[in-house]
Nanobody, 125 residues
Framework: QVQLVESGGGLVQDGGSLRLSCLAS????????MGWFRQAPGKEREFVAA????????DYIDSVKGRFTISRDNAKNTAALQMNRLKPEDTAVYYC??????????????????WGNGTLVTVSS
């Protein structure tokens, strides 16, 4: 089992920045793909970003390209999502995800083995 705990959410103004962190425990995540999803009020959960097991291949939804950066530190068993130039439409609960398959397509397709409990990001206009 892998436990994922997110942190770093909060309230920020339009154009601001936040950095989300995901700490994994229970197993080493170095062989797993990692990613982030979000769920806005009244909407379905959507894929945001993914990173492969070596941190070499990265995938984003179009709406965050150029603003968000996903990263991982296998030595620390963590993943992160740096969010810049935030917009009100980025408001959502953000979830960390891990997949035993090491490739980003697994995360993008929602084939996730473990989820965190989420952290709320609110962007005010």
């Amino acid at each position: 089992q892998v436990q994922l705990v997110e942190s770093g959410g909060g309230l920020v103004q339009d154009g601001g920045s936040l950095r989300l962190s995901c700490l994994a425990s229970g197993r080493r995540i170095s062989g797993y793909a990692m990613g982030w999803f979000r769920q806005a009020p009244g909407k379905e959960r959507e894929f945001v970003a993914a990173i492969d097991w070596r941190g070499e291949k990265i995938d984003y939804i179009d709406s965050v390209k150029g603003r968000f950066t996903i990263s991982r530190d296998n030595a620390k068993n963590t993943a992160a999502l740096q969010m810049n130039r935030l917009k009100p439409e980025d408001t959502a609960v953000y979830y960390c995800a891990a997949a035993m398959n090491p490739f980003t397509i697994t995360i993008r397709n929602g084939e996730v083995n473990w989820w965190g409990n989420g952290t709320l990001v609110t962007v005010s206009s």
